[in-house]
Every structure is written in structure tokens, then in C-alpha cells.
Nanobody, 126 residues
Framework: QVQLVESGGGSVQAGGSLRLSCAAS????????MGWFRQAPGKEREGVAG????????YYADSVKGRFTISQDNAKNTVYLQRNSLKPEDTAIYYCAAGRGRYCNSVPTRDDVAYWGQGTQVTVSS
């Protein structure tokens, strides 16, 4: 069993930055595909970034490439999502996810996820 606790959500103006954190506890293997998803009102949950914790290899959705950065601190079992140049369309509930596999092959999809965090709201105002 894995528990994921997110923090760092909130409200920010367009063009601003926020960093989300996801602390994992429980079973934490040497490598796992970890990801961040978001769900805007009326839309499906979509993957925005993924990282293979054993290698540090990262993947990004086209909509966030160049603005978002996923990173990790293995000593703290924590994954981060740094988000810069935020836009109103980035407003969503953001979820941390632990994948079923040891490696990401691309941005994770919902089918790749074994465990979800509780979600944290991010609101970007224009």
C-alpha cells in the first residue's frame, strides 16, 4: 500500500508560479513511475507529467511542456511539480499518482495508476 499526500495548491494570478509536492509513504520501491494529473471542471482527468524515480527520466504533455517541471527528492520520497507561467486554463484539481510499473514510457494515463493522492485545488485568475 502506498499513501500519497499532496501540498502546495492555492490561488495565483496568471503568469505566476506554484510548486506542488507529493510525499509518498508505505511501499516505495527503488524505481516507480510517478505522475501528476489534473482535472478541470467538466473535463476528464489528464496526465500532465511523469517521472521514473529510478532514472529521473521525465515526460510532459504538450500543453505544459516548457512551463511545468517534474522533479524528485528520493531521500524524502517526494515528487514535485513546479509550474511557471500559469494560465487560467491551468485551473484544476491536481492529483499525484503512483504508477503500476517501475518505469514510465510516456506521460502516465489513468490506466497506469495504482494509487492516487487526494488532490489539491489550483486556481489561476486572469
Amino acid at each position: 500500500q502506498v499513501q500519497l499526500v499532496e501540498s502546495g495548491g492555492g490561488s495565483v494570478q496568471a503568469g505566476g508560479s506554484l510548486r506542488l509536492s507529493c510525499a509518498a509513504s508505505g511501499y516505495t520501491p527503488s524505481s516507480r513511475c510517478m505522475g501528476w494529473f489534473r482535472q478541470a471542471p467538466g473535463k476528464e482527468r489528464e496526465g500532465v507529467a511523469g517521472i521514473t524515480t529510478g532514472t529521473g527520466t521525465t515526460y510532459y504533455a504538450d500543453s505544459v511542456k516548457g512551463r511545468f517541471t517534474i522533479s524528485q527528492d528520493n531521500a524524502k520520497n517526494t515528487v514535485y511539480l513546479q509550474r511557471n507561467s500559469l494560465k487560467p486554463e491551468d485551473t484544476a484539481i491536481y492529483y499525484c499518482a503512483a504508477g503500476r510499473g517501475r518505469y514510465c514510457n510516456s506521460v502516465p494515463t489513468r490506466d497506469d495508476v495504482a494509487y492516487w493522492g487526494q488532490g489539491t485545488q489550483v486556481t489561476v485568475s486572469s
